[in-house]
């Protein structure tokens, strides 16, 4: 699906939920602390100059009190009572750049598309205390900014329906798009109420969220080998490295490594006992486990390859996805 499909179906989603409850605003939140050049049309302070003037609503994160310019925004697209979209280019100026970024390993601009009744300022108001949870490993309470779109991807595909229930509070309907440029959405109708116990994010959920950053390595690394990203990719890419953690590989660069030649040849690939042996050793620190595989022959490194046949699909993980 390409830039031009997903604006049909983002502009089709929001019609649709427009009209079932014209009641709602659409809202753009943009991430200051992600942001784009500063000539670029979607930068903020660019969206007063427009010709139909765009008002920027800060959602005060606790951790950039210092610094309310790298604090995300919420722009009101639409209001009810308006026609259609006040300003149908900035919308499609959203769309576009939310495609282009979609896979920046300097992660998203844009984050996503709220549906809501409330006007932006309610929503604000709501999502800056909503990102400070406290964090399982390290003991405290820090801001966590879940609405990163690749950070959003890994609690929806963990299933926390109770914690994303209270999480997005008065959005009715929260869409994004993924690493893959996929259209992925929310919706509070479709989330559980409270559950006791289930309203918090575990040890296994934070640990993920510290992988986000190898996890857009592994993507750039994957495009630069040619190899498309999977269906739920953010979560995919986690099950390999957390995989690789698993081993005690704690470099970025082995970790990085491991995770792509899951992708290049499949998740068998490391049991293998030229793979495991080379594994061990980068373990010692003394050399990357790239350089410990490229010691190995080619004759080894096609019985590698061809432990493929012996493994799970080439995008399995453990979820199912």
Known sequence: MGQLQINEQLRAVLFQLREVNPGSYVHLLLDGNHPCADDDELHITRLKKRDI??????????DFAHDPA?????????????????????????????WYRRDSINGSYVCGWLV????????????????????VTRGCR????????????LIADAGRESFLRRWI??????????????????AASDLADGVPGKDHLSQRHWQAQQRVAN??????????????????????IDSSLQRAAALGLQRTEDLVFFALNDFSFSRAWSSHPAAATAIRQALQGEQTLSELMCRLTDDTLEEIAATREAGPTLFGDSDGH
């Open 53 to 62: 003037p765009a008002e920027a609503v800060l959602v005060p994160r606790a």
């Open 70 to 98: 790298i604090c995300p925004a919420l722009v009101t697209l639409y209001s009810p009572g308006d026609r259609g979209y006040p300003d149908e280019a900035l919308l499609d100026l959203s769309i576009a750049h939310a």
């Open 116 to 135: 809501s009744e409330s006007p932006a300022h309610q929503v604000a108001k709501h999502l800056a205390p909503a990102c400070e949870l406290f964090d």
């Open 142 to 153: 820090r801001v966590l900014p879940l609405f990163e779109p690749h950070r959003l991807s």
């Open 169 to 186: 509070g008065p959005v009715s309907h929260w869409m994004w798009l993924d690493m893959k440029g996929d259209l992925r959405s929310l």
């Open 215 to 236: 996890a857009r390595v592994v993507a750039v690394a994957m495009a630069d080998a040619g190899h498309m990203l999977p269906v739920y990719p953010e979560t995919t």
